[in-house]
């Protein structure tokens, strides 16, 4: 079983922030949080990851909480081409497998 | 930066017909592989790790006999799904892990999959 929950869909007007959640309550001390999205008929695309510290790349920025029981990705400025389900995975990362949850149906809005 | 490729994106074949899907690491060595399954509206399910030189390792459920991996070298694992039947259509997916270099682990990355349907 996946070890995240995040919320099955939300929406967000094309060019403004999108903030996804991510609750992580049990990860272990040497676990990951990775950020994928799926765009329909296509292999998930890598997004960001992080251990403890806020994370930030050409994509996306990744907030994890003190306590590291749940993250938030931030997508800053939405376009149409970022619809798409995003998953959450905490994993110890390397050659570890991925359990993959139900994802957030991310749909930006023209 | 790592690219993992699969080969074919799309097969239609008929029922009792054995399909090779291949998975290549295009700029990096790659010891692990995973193959993962997806029926539609539903997540990605791991199906088996492929470890090159050595016997795949499945995830309970899947039949090893029907589903064979081959990983024979650094760059190349191949999925076999033997005398496929209907049930199995689906979007079968692999990836691969990076060598980590530098801060922390680096991700999988994924193949774009294929779509196998069986008539």
């Known amino acids: 079983d996946a070890k995240t929950t995040q919320p099955p869909s939300m929406d967000c007007a094309e060019g403004r922030a999108a903030n996804l959640p991510c609750n992580h309550s049990?990860?272990?001390?040497?676990?990951?949080v990775y950020w994928y999205r799926q765009i329909h008929s296509q292999g998930p695309q890598y997004i960001i990851h992080?251990?403890?510290n806020n994370e930030t790349n050409e994509m996306a920025s990744l907030i994890i909480t003190e306590d590291r029981k749940s993250s938030t990705l931030i997508l800053p400025h939405a376009t149409l081409r970022d619809t798409a389900v995003y998953y959450c995975?905490?994993?110890?990362?390397?050659?570890?497998?991925?359990?993959f949850g139900t994802g957030t149906r991310l749909t930006i809005i023209p | 930066g790592a690219v993992v490729s699969q080969h074919p994106s799309r097969v239609i074949c008929k029922s009792g017909t054995s399909v090779k899907i291949e998975c290549r690491s295009l700029?990096?060595?790659?010891?692990?592989m995973f193959w993962y399954r997806q029926f539609p509206k539903q997540s990605l399910m791991l199906m088996a790790t492929?470890?090159?030189?050595?016997?795949?390792?499945?995830e309970q459920g899947v039949e090893k006999d029907k589903f064979l991996i081959n990983h024979a070298s650094l760059t190349l694992s191949t999925l076999t799904v033997t005398s496929a039947h209907p049930e199995d259509s689906s979007f079968y997916i692999c990836?691969?892990?990076?060598?980590?270099?530098?801060?922390?682990?680096?991700?999988?990355?994924f193949g774009d999959g294929t779509r196998l349907s069986i008539l």
């Open positions: 700029d990096f060595q790659a010891t692990t």
């Open positions: 492929s470890n090159e030189g050595s016997k795949a390792t499945y």
């Open positions: 990836s691969a892990n990076s060598p980590g270099q530098g801060y922390g682990n680096q991700p999988q990355h």
């Open positions: 992080g251990l403890k």
């Open positions: 049990t990860i272990s001390g040497n676990e990951y």
């Open positions: 995975i905490v994993s110890p990362g390397g050659n570890e497998k991925l359990t």
